[in-house]
């Protein structure tokens, strides 16, 4: 059986993404090229960016074809973090039905939500 391994976002700039990123995570990617750069984000998973351009099959357009999301104890201090940064903000922290929520977009307009589940 195949074991997942490694989330892949494509980019304009790989360059970019991966300074991005390196600032978000906190951390430098693990691998680095001109056309994809490579972040362990820890139990065997990583987080790949890949230059668009070279990606085969051709990639369609980004944004809205899903989420990276992570999970923080205190959502509004790290919406004021990453609004402090400058991080677009597509929603604001709201309640929803599954807990405590905000979305921003990384410089390819992917979203990443962050979220506190609700307690049990």
């Known amino acids: 059986m195949a074991k997942f391994s490694l989330v892949i976002r494509y980019v304009e700039s790989v360059e970019a993404s991966a300074a991005f990123y390196a600032a978000l995570l906190g951390t430098p990617p693990t691998e680095a090229s001109p056309t994809f ?63 405590r929520t905000f979305v921003a977009l990384d410089p390819d307009g992917h979203r990443l939500r962050v979220f506190a589940p609700m307690a049990s």
């Open 37 to 99: 750069a490579m972040f362990a984000l820890g139990e065997g998973a990583g987080l790949g960016l890949w230059a668009r351009r070279g990606v085969q099959p051709a990639a369609q357009a980004a944004g809205g074809d899903g989420e990276l999301a992570f999970v923080a104890p205190d959502v509004d201090a790290v919406h004021a973090d990453w609004a402090a940064r400058g991080l677009p903000i597509a929603q604001a922290p709201t309640d929803m039905d599954f807990g």
